[in-house]
């Protein structure tokens, strides 16, 4: 009987992302099969398409017109039943492709691509070649009349105990000649196998005693319960800076890997994870895998090979991790659950909470989110009962928490410091010198000045690609746009009235130098976009600062959570202002917990800890508070905003954003999206749904193409999706599609 597959092609627009019915032949009928990566024809012109099969059905006749499919990838490749779930659960909730969804569970070299073969019909191909290495393994003993070199007689005899890759065999100093001779000899034999990798491998085994305070045991016993039970759960670890949450983390893992079953780490940014690895490395030895997105595609792909192949028990990643095929989980923990890099900003947009609770409840395994300032939403739901909240109050080894101060900026210029370092910061900085301690100081701006302008005309210099004003970076000597990464020679007069430029505002690279002018026997450390990217200089530069190379970290945010330095007992803040008075209406939970992290940095060891904040907004209550480490007041003052301006927790926002090359067009396609949304809207009774806009995005202009969007207040359920989708199908049918894309978000902040 035939033999068909369901299958998604890659390539089709959201509007026509459907199930394509395609013909097995028979050689390809045991290769074929539910999450098999496929090779069809497509379109008018039957132009190879790759695809993913998520049905196969069998049929008496073979309909007019069927394609047949041309190519299979080997079943490794085949997505497992709870990666194909997963490709469905983000078709509808993060309104996307099908495969988009694919290429965003599996990591490009588990992909496929189209080549052509010598007789020039269309096949699949592994994208990394290189993942796999030779392999030589002893065939027949040597006849006595073969006459073997010394070098082919040692290869012999090391083939002979065991096989060997050929890199193992170059070490040995057995080159590729010398296996060829045997080769030809019929000696050995060669075969590809794929490379075994451990990526940390110089990491000792070196189990430290997890001795728990009471406060710690408290909690481990809390959630010990869910894992015991082996039933779907959701927890919230509510634990102040340097309470020891990581230590509860290990507990809990142990207890896991001991029934048998494996654990999911996930970390907000890759310079979280060395920290992380080293530590679950040292205590579960060579069975961790990493997954993100600063291995390359080979390292990416063999520890992805290792999870599939159930080699590891635990993975450490970034937000993509979550999508790691482990088998049998027990234990997903989200650390530092608040931060916004957990939630997709392309295409699929998810949230990786979401994904997380899901995978939780359908594998029956506890998800356990963990920070000293959870989202307003996740307290919440922990508040109401729909999370187990946990809570520690205290700091390991009974630390206090580091005084906080704010420095008034307005006072340091009338005194006349018109520089980015206040006096008493300096000061501080001398001081933790002298004592032989270190400092951590936060600037979340990179570059040098954040603004030229001409002092006569007024005129910006901003990016002719982006509506943003370019960066003057002095270290590279160019001003660059952070938004698409042009660059443009340093102007001496204003290209608008030829009058004199002014740079104002100031990035990492200027209080770097600043600080090299105040403190010139200090050893100064700079952790930014611009000089963390060469590959593991995340990991170099914390472990040089760890050792004591460097007196100060200055960084942007990814130095404001989850590290862990004995020696550092001053944190210093730097233009927190710009961030108080950012877009969105997360802006204050976003300044309160960046504040909250970055001072819990200090004074986590022996030495206490303190901390400055600058701002020409001292009396400003979100300050106040985060001064204070009240996580209790502001989230009291952030509910009543929320409810009373109806935000999340208490609905949904649902952003939907066009981009166009023409503004024109692309403000009409939104205008007609919302008057296809009234429509439809209208007949589903009921439905809470509050649509605002279309308004411009701050930043209108990214990449030649203009951005707006409509801001949809609702309720994520099924109701609600099933209006989008049919919405976007609409669109697209009335060919809107070819004035503005649109992107459907589901976990905006009301900005991204």
């Known amino acids: 009987m035939p033999y068909f597959a369901q299958a998604a092609v890659d390539s089709a627009t959201i509007h026509f992302d459907k199930l394509y019915t395609y013909l097995v032949p028979e050689p390809l009928a045991e290769a074929v099969h539910p999450g098999s990566l496929v090779l069809v024809p497509f379109g008018r012109g039957n132009h190879p398409r790759m695809a993913v099969v998520l ?5 008496p006749e073979v309909p007019p017109r069927t394609k047949t499919v041309l190519d299979a990838a080997p079943d490794e490749a085949r997505l497992t039943p709870d990666l194909l779930r997963l490709v469905y659960l983000l078709k509808e909730r993060a309104f996307c492709t099908y495969y988009e969804a694919v290429k965003a569970i599996i990591p490009y070299g588990a992909q496929y691509r189209m080549v052509q073969s010598e007789d020039g019909t269309p096949r699949l191909q592994s994208q990394m070649e290189r993942a796999t290495e030779n392999w030589y393994i002893a065939e027949n003993a040597p006849e006595e009349a073969v006459r073997l070199g010394p070098k082919q007689k040692l290869a012999l005899q090391l083939l002979q105990r065991h096989s060997m890759s050929e890199t193992a065999l170059e070490t040995a100093g057995i080159h590729r000649a010398v296996l060829k001779g045997l080769l030809e000899k019929a000696l050995i034999r060669q075969e590809k196998r794929w490379k075994a990798i451990d990526l940390y491998s110089e990491i000792p085994l070196q189990p430290e005693q997890i001795a728990l305070t009471e406060e710690q045991q408290a909690a481990y016993e809390a959630l010990m319960p869910a894992i015991e039970q082996g039933r779907g759960a959701a927890a919230l670890l509510h634990g102040v800076t340097g309470s020891g949450k990581t230590l509860v983390f290990f507990k809990l893992i142990e207890q896991v890997l001991a029934r048998g079953k494996t654990v999911m780490v996930l970390v907000p940014e890759i310079s979280l994870t060395p920290q992380m690895i080293l530590r679950l490395k040292k205590n579960f030895g060579k069975r961790v895998a990493v997954q993100h997105s600063a291995l390359n595609h080979t390292e990416r792909l063999l520890q992805w090979k290792m999870i599939q192949q159930g080699c590891v028990d635990i993975v450490v990643g970034t937000r993509s991790a979550v999508f790691t095929p ?109 004592q032989g301690e270190q400092s951590i100081l936060l600037l979340n701006r990179r570059g040098y000045r954040t603004v030229c302008a001409c002092q006569d005309c007024g005129h910006v210099i901003k990016c002719q690609s982006c509506s943003v004003p370019m960066v003057y970076h002095k270290a590279q000597g160019h001003l660059m746009c952070h938004y698409c990464g ?32 105040l403190l010139p026997k200090a050893r100064i450390l700079r952790m930014d976009q611009d000089s963390t990217m060469a590959k593991n200089s995340h990991e170099k530069m914390l472990a040089a600062f760890a050792a004591g190379e460097y007196d100060i970290l200055l960084g942007t945010q990814m130095v404001a959570k989850g590290l862990d330095f004995a020696k550092v007992s001053l944190v210093g803040v730097l233009g927190i202002d710009n961030l108080l008075f950012g877009q969105g209406f997360r802006a204050y939970e976003n300044v309160f917990s960046l504040l909250t992290q970055v001072v819990g940095r200090g004074g986590r060891a022996e030495l206490p800890g303190r901390a400055l904040i600058q701002t020409t907004n001292p009396e400003h209550p979100v300050l106040q508070m985060a001064a204070t480490q009240n996580y209790e007041a502001f989230f009291a003052q952030e509910i009543t905003f929320r409810k009373a301006c109806l935000y999340p927790p208490f609905c949904a926002v649902c952003m939907v954003g066009f981009v166009g090359t023409n503004e024109a067009s692309v403000v009409q396609a939104a205008r007609q999206f919302s008057a296809i949304l009234a429509q439809k809207a209208a007949k589903v009774p009921g439905l809470p749904l509050r649509v605002l806009g279309p308004a411009p995005y701050s930043v209108v202009m990214v990449n030649n193409k203009f951005r707006y969007k409509l801001t949809i207040k609702c309720r994520n359920d099924k109701a609600f999706r099933a209006l989008i989708s049919a919405v976007i199908e609409e669109y697209g049918n009335q060919g809107l599609a070819a004035k503005a894309r649109v992107a459907v978000d589901m976990n905006s902040d009301g900005e991204r």
């Open 326 to 434: 482990l088998k049998n989980l027990g234990l997903i923990i989200m650390d530092e659950e608040q931060e916004h890099t957990y939630r997709s900003e392309s295409s699929p947009r998810y949230d990786a909470h979401e994904i997380a609770r899901w995978r939780a409840a359908y594998s029956n395994a506890l998800v356990l989110f963990a920070s000293a300032t959870p989202s307003v939403e996740s307290y919440y739901a922990a508040k109401t009962g729909r999370y187990q909240l946990v809570q520690m109050h205290r700091r390991y080894g009974g630390n206090p928490l580091p005084t906080v101060k704010l420095v008034d900026m307005r006072a340091e210029l009338m005194r006349g410091n018109a520089g980015e370092i206040s006096v008493e910061l300096a000061q501080e900085l001398q001081k933790n010198l002298l």
């Open 55 to 59: 049905e196969c059905t069998q049929q």
């Open 486 to 517: 042009k660059t443009l020679p340093l102007p001496s007069r204003c290209p608008q009235c030829g009058g004199t430029l002014r740079y104002t505002g100031f990035g990492t690279q200027k209080a770097e130098e600043e600080l090299e002018r």
